[in-house]
């Protein structure tokens, strides 16, 4: 483990952060194989319409970003 005595607060919280979305990330993953490919796959499909329908905690902020595309 890293030493944090030289972090600023928001340095460490953006660690903290990405440390845990890293270990969520992991822990999702690895619960995840225990189902088939089709079944995994049918999770995030549900995963990626749930997100498209702007009903996610956010979406008004979301909303209000305007789109960047690419060029």
Same mark, same amino acid.
Do not use: L, Q
């Given at each position: 483990?890293?030493?944090?005595?030289?972090?600023?607060? $928001? *340095?460490f919280d953006e660690r903290m952060r990405e440390? $845990? *979305?890293a270990a969520g990330r992991a822990e999702l993953e690895a619960s995840l194989q225990r189902f088939t490919h089709e079944q995994r796959d049918a999770f995030?499909?549900?995963i990626g319409l749930y997100y498209s329908t702007?009903?996610?905690?956010?979406a008004d902020e979301a909303a209000a970003q305007?789109?960047?595309t690419a060029v």
């Open positions: 483990m890293m030493d944090t005595g030289m972090d600023s607060p $928001a *340095a440390e $845990a *979305a995030w499909n549900a702007r009903r996610h905690p956010g305007p789109a960047v």
